[in-house]
């Protein structure tokens, strides 16, 4: 495997945890904020295909779910006396957290060992 592949994988897997952190704290940032119509609160998701490594970070289409509470006094209540939140699970989002900061270390620890042996490579090539 050549050397810029290892790399670029690497840099990969920093990129796509990184994501995966923004859309986390994302969702956890609008969980308890009202939904109107025509409002662009969307929960986020990241997803990538091993094949091209293209990433894309993006509102979660079709079929949007919501949470609804029953607040008639709220302004922003429908005809019903319901405000629409997203539907976003605290407990989920806080542990894609945990896990993408977990993987994020690791990668940054792999980078690093690459980092070092060709550092160490360089050095037995220059005592040669």
């Not at 990538?48 to 979660?60: C, K, N, R, W």
Request: avoid cysteine; glycine fraction near 8%.
């Amino acid at each position: 495997m050549n050397i810029d592949n290892v790399f670029g994988v690497g840099q990969f897997g920093l990129a796509y945890e990184r994501l995966r952190l923004e859309a986390a704290t994302h969702n956890i940032a609008i969980a308890n904020m009202p939904v109107t119509e025509g409002s662009p609160l969307r929960p986020m998701r990241v997803s990538a295909t091993a094949g091209d490594f293209a990433m894309h970070l993006g509102g979660v289409e079709g079929t949007q779910t919501f949470k609804l509470v029953n607040d008639p006094g709220n302004p922003l209540a429908d005809a019903n006396g319901n405000v629409r939140f997203p539907d976003v699970n605290i407990v989920d989002e806080m542990t894609t957290l945990v896990s993408a900061s977990r993987s994020y270390e690791a990668n940054v620890r792999a980078m690093n060992t690459l980092r070092e042996m060709l550092m160490k490579a360089l050095e037995i090539g220059r005592q040669a």
